[in-house]
């Protein structure tokens, strides 16, 4: 009867080194691919959700710039105090300590009424650009209100921040035919048709424009000289 060596069959064989060595590889790779997609989604959800905050601001600004324009006022009348429309220069006016001046002083009917404000719906609104409060790309595009129409004493407006990172900002008036930069209603008594206000968001430190929008808004209201011009040109 033969016998086997001592202790043989009593533990099972162990795994060679290039079988090892063959598990850590497939198990890295595995790893590798694990990881490439967790990152690959992070970036995404990150993107995605950067990408719904800079709507969600836009879209913000864009209906406070709306509903600015669409509350336009006649200007003049007795029991209005709404200014005229006029591109001229604003030295003598202490808002223009704000920053750079981009629309001039607009008389709108969009004012707060509730019980904490002594004023009534007819305010004056403006648009400025100045530097970046928190030192990022472009500036910040602010609404100065005055609800105070009557005051003693000239004083600066409220400001509010409409949106950040702002490379530039325009406002353009329709007079019918085109587009120009330029309107005084003292000098035509006339409103333009439309108010295009176009802005350009900053990229990141070194890089080009994120973004260009525009908002145009039509003008409701008509002056009399307005009416007449209309009528003259729909007489045959």
Known sequence: ?????????????????????IGIVVGSVVLIVIQTSY???????????????EDRRVQ??????RRDFAGLMLPGGETSLAQGL?????????ADAIGERVTPDLSTNTGRIDGWTPFADQQRVAYFLVPSATGGAGRDLIRAVTR???????????????LGGVESAALSYFDGLGWTETWD????????SALRFSFVLAGETGGGPAGTYEVVVPVLVKT????????????P
């Open 224 to 235: 009399t000289a307005s009416l007449a011009q209309e009528e003259e040109g729909a007489l």
């Open 86 to 94: 006029q591109t001229s220069p604003f030295s003598g006016s202490m």
């Open 148 to 162: 105070n129409l009557l005051p003693v004493q000239e004083g600066l407006p409220e400001e509010e921040l409409v």
């Open 39 to 53: 990152f690959g989604a992070l970036r995404l959800h990150q993107t995605t959700h950067a990408r719904i905050e």
């Open 60 to 65: 913000r600004a864009v209906g406070i710039l």
């Open 1 to 21: 009867m033969r016998r086997g060596r001592p202790g043989q069959g009593r533990f099972p064989r162990g795994f060679t080194l290039l079988e090892l060595l």
């Open 185 to 192: 209603s003292t000098a035509t008594e006339t409103l333009p």
